[in-house]
């Protein structure tokens, strides 16, 4: 029987990095839900739809494919209409629209049950807002990963710079609270923290400090 594990958190939590890491270590496959979403949202953006409840979302989704596969070093690679798309959604621009398109409910029961799916098939890791509230409420374990705000910004603020990214600090602790602000406040599957999910805080502390936090928490609640 397969086990489920949901880890929860906001934007730039690094929810990607430490469960990509936590599941190579486990053994487990991961699984970036928030690529789907990111995804969704590239799609929008290429065909000028505006990311807001309303027919021309529903009849993109009705002409698009998004799909999860893995190559031989079990990386996870996204795939819109079979174009590689895993490095054009990991910019700025594309998190903000992921982040008003998720809202969507039309757009969320489109990817519930490819999401559920995975989670059948083998043992995984999967990240995003609402996984153990929402995609998997009877996860094996659940994991609520945050850090303050400002911690969150830093890194991705580094992450960017280290890519030759031309930003300010300033712009993405903003765009930081307003994507808090719009994935706690919207109507469907709001981020929050499950009931029996454990916690975990990394503002204060590093990478593998973090990594080895979650598979602590994984090993003693599995």
Same mark, same amino acid.
């Given at each position: 029987? #397969?086990?489920?594990?949901?880890?929860?958190?906001?934007?730039?939590?690094?929810k990607?990095?430490?469960?990509?890491?936590a599941?190579?270590?486990?053994?487990?496959?991961?699984?970036?839900?928030?690529?789907?979403?990111?995804?969704?949202? =590239?799609?929008?953006?290429?065909?000028?739809?505006?990311?807001v409840?309303?027919?021309?979302?529903?009849? =993109?989704? #009705?002409k698009?494919?998004?799909?999860?596969?893995?190559?031989?070093?079990?990386?996870?690679?996204?795939?819109?209409?079979?174009e590689?798309? #895993?490095?054009?959604?990991?910019?700025?621009?594309?998190?903000?629209?992921?982040? /008003?398109?998720?809202a969507?409910?039309?757009?969320?029961?489109?990817?519930?049950?490819?999401?559920?799916?995975?989670?059948?098939?083998?043992?995984?890791i999967?990240?995003?807002?609402?996984?153990?509230?929402?995609?998997?409420?009877?996860?094996?374990?659940?994991?609520?990963?945050?850090?303050?705000?400002?911690?969150?910004?830093?890194?991705?603020? /580094?992450?960017?710079?280290?890519?030759?990214?031309?930003?300010?600090?300033?712009?993405?602790?903003?765009?930081?609270?307003?994507?808090?602000?719009?994935?706690?406040?919207?109507?469907?599957a709001?981020?929050?923290?499950?009931?029996?999910?454990? =916690?975990?805080d990394?503002?204060?502390?590093g990478?593998q400090?973090?990594?080895? =936090?979650?598979?602590?928490?994984?090993?003693?609640?599995?």
């Open positions: 029987m #397969s086990i489920a594990i949901a880890i929860d958190g906001p934007a730039g939590a690094g990607s990095t430490i469960s990509k890491s599941a190579k270590k486990l053994g487990f496959i991961y699984i970036d839900t928030g690529a789907l979403y990111r995804t969704v949202g =590239l799609a929008a953006t290429r065909a000028n739809v505006e990311p409840e309303g027919k021309e979302v529903d009849e =993109l989704l #009705s698009i494919n998004v799909e999860l596969t893995f190559n031989d070093k079990g990386e996870q690679i996204v795939l819109l209409d079979k590689d798309v #895993s490095r054009l959604i990991r910019t700025p621009e594309a998190s903000m629209t992921a982040s /008003k398109i998720s969507i409910p039309s757009v969320r029961a489109y990817l519930l049950d490819l999401q559920r799916n995975m989670a059948k098939k083998d043992n995984v999967m990240d995003g807002r609402d996984i153990g509230t929402v995609v998997l409420p009877n996860a094996d374990v659940k994991i609520f990963l945050t850090a303050t705000p400002e911690a969150r910004a830093e890194r991705r603020y /580094k992450e960017l710079i280290e890519k030759g990214m031309d930003v300010k600090y300033e712009d993405i602790l903003n765009d930081v609270k307003t994507r808090d602000y719009n994935d706690s406040h919207r109507e469907i709001p981020l929050k923290q499950a009931d029996d999910a454990v =916690l975990a990394t503002t204060e502390i990478l400090e973090s990594i080895d =936090l979650i598979i602590k928490i994984i090993k003693e609640h599995s």
